[in-house]
C-alpha cells in the first residue's frame, strides 16, 4: 500500500517568509509525528498526534512554529517568519497506537531558508 | 529525561567484516529500544525493537541487537556487512506512559563499508 506522503519535497524560501510542510499518513495510522533532522543533529522531536488527544506539542523550538491535523489525517507544520536556522530536513512519521508500534516514514521535506 | 548516545559518528567497515553500533540509553524504567535504518536518499525503516524477554532481538537484512541492562546498552550487531549496508543507524528510546508517543533518537551513525 502507499507509504507516508510528504510534499513538497524542496522547498527553497527566503527568510522571513512563510512555509507550510504537508504530510499524508498511512491510512488508518491514528498516531503522526514531525521530526526534524539537521546535519550532524539526528532527530529532534517536534510534535506528536494521537486520534483526537490533544497534541503533544513539547517539542516545537518556538511558537513560530505550529501544526495542525484535519480530520485524524493530513498534516501540516508551518513555520512563520522563516530563519536560516530553519534549515533542516523535516520528516513526518505515523503508526498505529501503542509504544512499541513501529514508525512508518516519509522521506522529508528538505527546507533551504536563505 | 530519556536520552539517547551514539558514541560514534562514522564507521568505517570492509565487506564481510562483522559490526557493532553503540548505543547507550538513560532513562528512568524499562524502555522500549529502537534501531532504525535510513539508506541514502531512502526514509527511516525500522531493523528492530526491544521492550521485554529475551535480551537479544533478531531483526531483519541479518541485524541483532543486545539489551545490557547493568551497562544501559542496545548495540546494534551483524556478523557479516554487505556494501548495501552502507547507511546511517539510529538508536531511540520509546517513552512508555502517558499520551507521549514520541521517540528520542540519538545522533545516528554513519556507516561506510569498503570493499
Known amino acids: 500500500g502507499a507509504g507516508v506522503s510528504q510534499s513538497p519535497s524542496n522547498k527553497v524560501t527566503e527568510k522571513g517568509k512563510d512555509v507550510e510542510l504537508r504530510c499524508d499518513p498511512i491510512?488508518?495510522?491514528?498516531?503522526l509525528y514531525w521530526y526534524r533532522q539537521s546535519l550532524g543533529q539526528g532527530l529532534e522531536f517536534l510534535i506528536y498526534f494521537q486520534g483526537n488527544s490533544a497534541p503533544d506539542k513539547s517539542g516545537l523550538p518556538s511558537d513560530r512554529f505550529s501544526a495542525e491535523r484535519t480530520g485524524g489525517s493530513v498534516s501540516t507544520l508551518t513555520i512563520q517568519r522563516t530563519q536560516q536556522e530553519d534549515s533542516a530536513v523535516y520528516l513526518c512519521a505515523s503508526s498505529i497506537p501503542g509504544p512499541m508500534a513501529p514508525l512508518h516514514f516519509g522521506n522529508g521535506t528538505r527546507l533551504t531558508v536563505t | 529525561a530519556q536520552s539517547v548516545t551514539q558514541p560514534d559518528i562514522h564507521i568505517t567497515v570492509s565487506e564481510g567484516a562483522s559490526l557493532e553500533l553503540r548505543c547507550n540509553y538513560s532513562y528512568g524504567a524499562t524502555p522500549y529500544l529502537f534501531w532504525y535504518v535510513q539508506s541514502p536518499g531512502q526514509g527511516l525503516q525500522l531493523l528492530l525493537k526491544?521492550?521485554?524477554?529475551?535480551?537479544l532481538v533478531q531483526g531483519i537484512k541479518g541485524f541483532e541487537a543486545e539489551f545490557k541492562r547493568s551497562q544501559s546498552s542496545f548495540n546494534l550487531r551483524k556478523p557479516s556487512v554487505h556494501w548495501s549496508d552502507a547507511a546511517e543507524y539510529f538508536c531511540?528510546?520509546?517513552?512508555?506512559?502517558?499520551?507521549?508517543?514520541?521517540?528520542?533518537f540519538g545522533k545516528g551513525t554513519k556507516l561506510s563499508v569498503k570493499p
Open positions: 526491544y521492550f521485554s524477554g529475551d535480551t
Open positions: 491510512s488508518g495510522h491514528t498516531a
Open positions: 531511540a528510546v520509546g517513552a512508555r506512559v502517558g499520551s507521549q508517543g514520541n521517540l528520542i
